[in-house]
């Protein structure tokens, strides 16, 4: 399969891990040291196989000339010299998506439904972490927040090439998939002309979601593209499986979504079969036989990417549980699909740690790994490639084997172990009486 460009290759050299080298002490923790996601950019295009070079070509055209797009219908709004309002303050978004369909047709929903579409970039996206109960955006006004790390030269892999101008246009943290979905609801609950600005925004975030999906079938973090990790298949906040998702039920014309016209509906529909590619050639096969999946992926090579300073490539699990969730919905899952599955389920069973809690311990310390009898399961939310055992990373780079001997400030700033593949487990236990192995 396409992934075994790669998978044979697992080592601390082809995954960009370096190891520390040298004898170490007994019970050390760093093990080796995070390094930054590579970018897709044209000068990567020669990793690819010559036919696909061309539409990865026009593919980054389409991209760079997107968010000409989008900074140029910005700056349009101000006259020259004026000054631009404040940047948005970022915020819980508030966009509830289970309140009674009665409650979608009221003032107060109304009224971030005109937030948002005020915040809709011109390519037709949203950005991330903004509270939609505030008012619209303000003309000149930027569609994204400041960047989270204003400073310069800090070393961060999350550094943005321009931290004015980051995150405009997301998936990251439910953004985009959430605002459609909310549109949806509301628009459902206005009939005629006082909906169609609501349905006008849906179908543009629709076109967008369509031009953002790369030529493999997956999709960046944040499109336009933007550089670093951003620009990898992200399956962290179940980015690439909920965007598959509302494709999915705008090409079966859910009630929120029937208004779609009937060829853009196919065309969201193929998009969604698309997504599946790069999801299965993306599960870690180590030793020849099926793993689970990283947080990311390099979207030219489907190798295991790194994120953030301390998400390093790894074997993750909650990435995975939301990703055979999303299998475990297909209507029809093919032989390939199902032998994904089992293979995920099996390997989240087999690495499933009793007897522990990740627990505070007290006020000062936060939390820790303690012995307890009788807990569980968890699982680590990263396990090494090679060896499957728990990883852990820190602002430093460094990568630990321990959690407990990571900087306070981020063990206690990070789920590292979780119950969440339970919820797999447990689907599994109904879908495999369905599509026994």
Do not use: C
């Amino acid at each position: 399969m396409p992934s075994a460009r790669w998978v044979g290759l697992i080592s601390a050299t082809s995954l960009a891990v370096s190891i520390v080298a040298g004898p170490q002490m007994v019970g050390a923790a760093v093990i080796g040291t995070n390094t930054p996601a590579p970018e897709v950019s044209l000068s990567r295009l020669g990793e690819l196989p010559a036919a696909q070079r061309v539409v990865w070509a026009d593919y980054i055209a389409r991209s760079q000339k997107q968010m000409a797009f989008d900074k140029a219908t910005l700056a349009a709004e101000l006259q020259p010299g004026e000054t631009p309002p404040p940047p948005p303050v970022a915020g819980s978004g508030k966009m509830a998506l289970n309140k009674d369909t009665a409650w979608y047709a009221t003032p107060e929903a109304r009224a971030m439904a005109d937030t948002i579409v005020s915040f809709q970039t011109p390519s037709g996206g949203w950005s991330k972490n903004q509270d939609r109960t505030k008012p619209p955006r303000l003309r000149g006004q930027r569609f994204g927040n400041n960047a989270e790390t204003m400073e310069l030269n800090t070393g961060s892999f999350d550094a943005p090439h321009d931290r004015f101008w980051t995150f405009v246009g997301t998936l990251d943290n439910g953004a985009t998939w959430t605002e459609m979905r909310f549109l949806g609801r509301v628009q459902a609950q206005a009939p005629g002309q006082e909906g169609d600005a609501y349905r006008a925004s849906i179908l543009k975030g629709i076109h967008y979601l369509l031009m953002a999906q790369y030529p493999n079938g997956g999709w960046p973090q944040n499109y336009p593209l933007e550089g670093g990790f951003h620009d990898g298949i992200t399956f962290n906040d179940d980015a690439v499986a909920q965007a598959a998702l509302l494709l999915t039920d705008i090409a079966e014309g859910k009630p929120d979504f029937a208004f779609v016209p009937a060829d853009l509906r196919r065309k969201a529909g193929e998009a969604a079969a698309r997504a599946l590619r790069p999801i299965l050639d993306s599960q870690i096969v180590v030793n020849g036989k099926k793993t689970i999946w990283p947080q990311q992926v390099d979207a030219l090579t489907l190798a295991p990417i790194s994120a953030r300073n301390y998400e390093m490539r790894s074997l993750a699990s909650a990435e995975s549980t939301d990703v055979l969730l999303f299998l475990m919905r297909q209507p029809k899952p093919s032989a390939e699909v199902r032998a994904a599955i089992h293979a995920g389920v099996e390997w989240l069973k087999a690495h499933a740690i009793y007897d522990k809690a990740f627990t505070e311990v007290s006020k000062d310390e936060g939390r820790r790994l303690i012995d307890k009898p009788g807990a569980g399961p968890i699982w680590s939310r990263n396990y090494d490639i090679q060896t499957g055992k728990p990883i852990f990373g820190d602002w430093d780079k460094s990568i630990q084997d321990d959690v407990n001997t990571i900087s306070k400030g981020r063990r206690n700033g990070y789920s590292w172990y979780g119950s969440g593949p339970k919820k797999a487990i447990d689907a599994y236990a109904d879908w495999v009486k369905k599509y026994p192995k």
